[in-house]
């Protein structure tokens, strides 16, 4: 949601299909149905034709692009085979390839957020992407970020959503700011055969003039959403603050517990058939380093659900380390590799 507007306002063309969440991962097409009237589903014509005149489309995963991927993920699971770095590379690569982009720009994930919880395993998993791509013909570039703290302060759907035009405005986090332009940058790089220095500066322009959100805007509105009206929704009927147990710094985040607390309050999926709450969330005051004392407000929770409350606190709770000691804080973009 951020991303793509930045580096289609630098004329790159953004086709994406997205997917929805399931446990304690976010999907893009879950936060996007927040907006009022977006449409997720285009015909391939319209798809295209939008990216051709927009710049940009979103949508929701077919099911013919590599159906053969759904079978080999069933057997996964019943082989233990889950982890095979082969068989999520080719997973991953097999739709990134049948969608037919020539520039591929992967986001590789680290930490307790993310599957590969060490730098030097999603290393592997990246070179592996960048790898089959390349043999194929594409343009490969993958980031290797940090998911052990949350990105930004907003977990959920419409939560998110108002996050990334907050960003888009120029008033969002640092973190998620830094980790969306650095994204763009390689994006734009790639698609327009840049020196990552320029490109960067192409994307910093983008964001600070403004262009950047009016072409959220436009993509947004081209497929039938209705970004003023999202503005004016009304908040979760229940908030609830969540505090710090005891005085100290903020040692650890377990950013997976955290995904989890957000499915609690009804903001994800348990099964693939459970419905959404989009206006539930945890908007997150205190992250990791931060030093706290005992009743600061560690994160708000947001649901229309009263009963979720308890479960997801706990949940929460569990998340969070407070100790005597700042920790050192681990490096939010590990490595780029082409």
């Not at 009927?237 to 950013?255: N, W």
Request: aromatic share 4%; glycine share 10%.
């Amino acid at each position: 949601m951020i991303v793509g507007p930045i580096a289609a306002a630098a004329g790159v063309k953004v086709a994406k299909m997205s997917g929805r969440g399931l446990g304690h991962t976010g999907g893009t097409v879950d936060k996007l149905e927040s907006i009022p009237g977006y449409q997720t589903s285009l015909s391939p014509e319209a798809f295209m034709a939008q990216v051709e005149n927009v710049g940009i489309a979103v949508i929701g995963q077919s099911g013919d692009l590599a159906p053969a991927d759904k079978k080999i993920y069933a057997l996964r699971d019943v082989t233990a085979t889950v982890d095979s770095v082969p068989l999520i590379a080719s997973s991953v690569m097999g739709k990134k390839l049948a969608a037919g982009s020539k520039n591929i720009v992967l986001d590789v994930k680290y930490g307790s957020g993310a599957f590969m919880k060490k730098p030097k395993d999603a290393k592997t998993l990246a070179k592996a992407m960048v790898d089959i791509g390349k043999r194929l013909g594409r343009n490969m570039t993958a980031l290797i970020s940090g998911m052990d703290v949350p990105l930004g302060s907003a977990v959920g759907n419409d939560v998110e959503v108002k996050e990334a035009i907050d960003v888009l405005q120029g008033r969002g986090p640092s973190d998620l700011t830094e980790v969306c332009l650095t994204l763009a940058t390689l994006m734009i790089a790639s698609a327009k055969n840049m020196p990552i220095a320029a490109a960067k500066t192409v994307a910093a322009e983008k964001l600070k003039s403004g262009e950047a959100y009016t072409k959220f805007c436009e993509w947004i509105t081209a497929q039938g959403g209705d970004v003023t009206a999202f503005g004016n929704k009304k908040q979760a009927s229940v908030l609830y603050e969540v505090k710090a147990p005891k005085t100290g710094y903020i040692s650890r985040m377990d950013t997976e517990k955290i995904g989890t607390a957000a499915v609690l309050l009804g903001a994800g999926r348990k099964t693939i058939e459970d419905s959404i709450d989009h206006a539930a969330g945890i908007m997150i005051e205190k992250k990791t380093g931060d030093f706290v004392k005992e009743g600061d407000v560690l994160a708000v929770l947001e649901t229309n659900d009263e009963k979720t409350i308890s479960a997801a606190k706990d949940e929460f709770l569990s998340a969070i380390e407070i100790g005597n000691k700042k920790p050192k804080k681990s490096p939010l973009i590990y490595k780029i590799i082409q």
